[in-house]
């Protein structure tokens, strides 16, 4: 079973610092990432992907980090505004069953 | 523009009803999913297909239902044997395993359905 782990039901972070947002997961065979962000009431929209080939992908505000070895990876948004207060979904791709991590929730105090 | 339509937007349901919830698609991609919210949760996967006339169970299919009877549309009914079918339900799609952007997932914007 290809599990992704959220282990942060939520974070608060102070607007113009930096929020890291973690992601572990287990079995090795599909090494693709993207992460999500989810307002309420709304489907949620693609933000930024990493594969296997890579260990950082940087796009504006965010980046995310991909550790192989420990099976980990984080998303960085930096500076912090906020409108990026949401839901944060990191994803597994390279499977036809696509599961979602159960999420963060981001809150940027003002 | 392209996108997916999912409706209705709102639905009320009493007990024991079956209830279908309409997804569309027109971004001629082969593969969709339907994916269920509740409160603090996060997305479960209740079916998904990848090519017309074939779909297959996700992690909580019991009480649904679904069909794939032409490509732009996968709707999904929710049985009276769904035992807590209050929640955020959301389509979406990708263009498929093997094509570019597969792992990206298009969602509409999701259809409330609440059970009275």
């Known amino acids: 079973d290809q599990q992704v782990k959220q282990n942060s039901p939520s974070l608060s972070v102070q607007e113009g610092r930096i929020s890291i947002l973690n992601c572990d997961y287990t079995n090795s065979m599909f090494d693709y990432f993207l992460w999500y962000k989810k307002y309420p009431a709304e489907g949620p929209t693609f933000l930024i992907s990493?594969?296997?080939?890579?260990d950082k992908n940087e796009d504006g505000r965010f980046t995310v980090f991909l550790n192989k070895s420990a099976k980990h990876l984080s998303l960085h948004i930096v500076p912090s505004q906020p409108g990026d207060s949401a839901v944060y979904f990191c994803f597994r791709g390279g499977n036809e069953k696509l599961t979602f991590g159960t999420g963060t929730r981001l809150t940027i105090i003002p | 523009d392209g996108g997916i339509t999912q409706s209705p937007k709102y639905l009320f349901r009493k007990e024991g009803q079956n209830v279908t919830l309409s997804c569309e698609q027109n971004l001629n991609h082969d593969a969709m999913y339907w994916y269920r919210q509740d409160p603090g949760q996060g997305l479960r996967l209740i079916y998904y297909s990848q090519i017309v006339n074939d779909f297959q169970k996700g992690d909580i299919a019991e009480g649904y239902s679904v069909s794939r009877e032409k490509k732009e549309s996968f709707p999904l009914t929710v049985t009276s044997a769904q035992k807590n079918p209050t929640a955020f339900y959301l389509c979406a799609s990708t263009p498929g395993q093997g094509s570019s952007g597969a792992n990206v997932l298009t969602f509409g914007a999701g259809s409330r359905l609440t059970v009275l």
């Open positions: 990493i594969s296997s080939i890579k």
